[in-house]
Structures are given as structure tokens and as C-alpha cells.
């Protein structure tokens, strides 16, 4: 069956980094289009940056030049790089998967991870 688990998490100081993984199973990776979505406290989910299945990217404004997300298909894997952490990059973090393409609207994914947290303070 579909499986995305997300790693990585943590608390980290304004400034700092982390680097999340989702692992996956269970479904042909390599043609889906991968995301990443956040949902901080009292808000909804929104997309963070999307991989489609050619390699192309797409990022929030607000994690433009400090995020960079990327695929190894050779084993399953989607990686969100992020630096220069600011308290309000604080939240959960989701990875999601959808055939092909999709935008950084969160319905337009298949499957979903259990999310982990991301703490900067």
C-alpha cells in the first residue's frame, strides 16, 4: 500500500537548518509530482514548494532562496533543504504525492505523509 514518511524534523535556532526527507512506497515514484506543505498553528495547510515528475520546481515566496526541494528517484526519496530558518517557518510539515504535475494547492494531491515538526525559535 501508499506510503510517505517524513523525517528530519526538529527544533532548530532562527538562522539554523534542517533537512526533511520523505521516504516512499507503495506507488511509481518517479512519475509523480512531489510536494512539500506546512501548516503552521492556527492556520490551514499551504504548499511549500512542488518537484513535478521532470524535475521542474515551484516555491512559496516565502521560502524563495532559502528552500530547495529535490528528488532521488533511485530510492523513492524527496528532500526539502532549508536554511535560514525564521520562527515563522515554524510547523508541520507534510510531503505529498500526485501523478504527474500539480500545483502547490494542497487538493490537488493523492497521498500524504503524517507530517513532522519543524520548530525555530
Known amino acids: 500500500h501508499v506510503q510517505l514518511v517524513e523525517s528530519g524534523g526538529g527544533s532548530v535556532q532562527a538562522g539554523g537548518s534542517l533537512t526533511l526527507s520523505c521516504t516512499t512506497s507503495?506507488?511509481?515514484?518517479?512519475?509523480?509530482?512531489m510536494g512539500w506543505f506546512r501548516r503552521a498553528p492556527g492556520e490551514s495547510r499551504k504548499g511549500v514548494a512542488t518537484?513535478?515528475?521532470?524535475?521542474?520546481?515551484d516555491y512559496a515566496d516565502s521560502v524563495k532562496g532559502r528552500f530547495t526541494i529535490s528528488r532521488d528517484n533511485a530510492v523513492n526519496t524527496l528532500y526539502l533543504q532549508m536554511s535560514s530558518l525564521k520562527p515563522e517557518d515554524t510547523a508541520i510539515y507534510y510531503c505529498?504525492?500526485?501523478?504527474?504535475?500539480?500545483?502547490?494547492?494542497?487538493?490537488?494531491?493523492?497521498?500524504w505523509g503524517q507530517g513532522t515538526q519543524v520548530t525555530v525559535s
Open positions: 518537484i513535478d515528475n521532470n524535475g521542474a520546481t
Open positions: 507503495g506507488f511509481t515514484y518517479s512519475g509523480y509530482c
Open positions: 505529498a504525492a500526485v501523478w504527474k504535475s500539480g500545483t502547490r494547492f494542497p487538493f490537488d494531491y493523492w497521498y
